[in-house]
């Protein structure tokens, strides 16, 4: 469903993402591996838009996303979880959520009733400001705020990043549920080799901008691990 072909993406002179080539099969399960500063956030704002490729395209269901704006996007189905989740501190969570739904030109800014399903401590928090929340529930939220626009592609970056096992578990759950009971394809940016292996079904390792090995979980071997990901 999402072809990523070629790309090539700066910032400023940086050359960052040099011909990253990589299809996203509709629902897929995918993490994305790779030692800190490679392009994994990069590769994931080229897709949402923040930071297009120069060269190369990026295709959704054949319609192409390369230069096409943010809240396009998010009507085509892409929605974004950030790394350091962004959530804005003076907003109520109940504002932050808003904001994702108008972004995405919804009519009704009404929180669809799955999501508090999926994150029932949302509720009690919706009047709470941002900016007081506890990292795991700052993580919730920014999940939460890509969910309330429907996705059918979910782009997370390192979604455990700082947070307790307990609340590592509590994500997981979360994130396999919005994979079989939304039907929505992931694709996530993720340290954690446990979780990876617990949660996704395929695997891309990248290395100075450029996917240099990928195949089904069963195929990350300690080797790969050894040779691409230990610091
Ligand atoms: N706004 C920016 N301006 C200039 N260079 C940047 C910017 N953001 C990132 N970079 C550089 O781009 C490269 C890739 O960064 P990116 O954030 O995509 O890596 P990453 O794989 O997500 O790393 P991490 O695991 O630490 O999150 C790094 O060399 C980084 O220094
Ligand atoms: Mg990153």
Redesign the pocket.
């Known amino acids: 469903m999402l072809e990523i072909d070629k790309i090539n993406t700066f910032?400023?002179t940086?050359h960052?993402l040099h011909d990253l080539s990589l299809t996203i099969p509709e629902g897929a399960m995918i993490s994305v591996l790779?030692?800190?500063?490679?392009?994994?956030?990069?590769?994931l704002r080229s897709i949402i838009g923040l930071n297009p490729p120069r060269r190369g395209s990026i295709t959704l269901n054949g319609r192409d996303l390369t230069r096409m704006s943010g809240h396009r996007r998010a009507r085509l189905g892409v929605a974004y979880v950030p790394?350091g989740r962004e959530i804005i501190a003076d907003m109520t969570v109940a504002q932050n959520l808003e904001v994702a739904m108008f972004a995405k030109g919804m009519r009704s800014t009404k929180v669809p009733d799955f999501v508090y399903d999926l994150f029932p401590m949302i509720r009690p928090l919706m009047g709470r400001r941002g900016g007081v929340l506890s990292g795991g529930q700052q993580q919730q939220v920014a999940i939460a705020r890509a969910l309330v626009q429907e996705p059918d592609l979910l782009l997370l970056d390192?979604p455990t990043e700082g947070l307790q096992p307990s609340v590592v578990e509590e994500i997981d759950q979360i994130i396999r549920r919005i994979h079989t009971e939304r039907n929505c394809s992931i694709l996530l940016?993720e340290?954690n080799l446990f979780f990876v292996r617990e949660v996704t079904e395929q695997f891309a390792i990248?290395e100075n901008g450029r996917i240099v090995v990928s195949g089904d979980i069963a195929q990350l071997t300690d080797d790969l691990v050894a040779a691409h990901l230990s610091v």
């Open positions: 910032y400023g940086s960052i790779g030692r800190n500063g490679v392009g994994k956030s990069t590769l790394q390192e940016v340290q990248m």
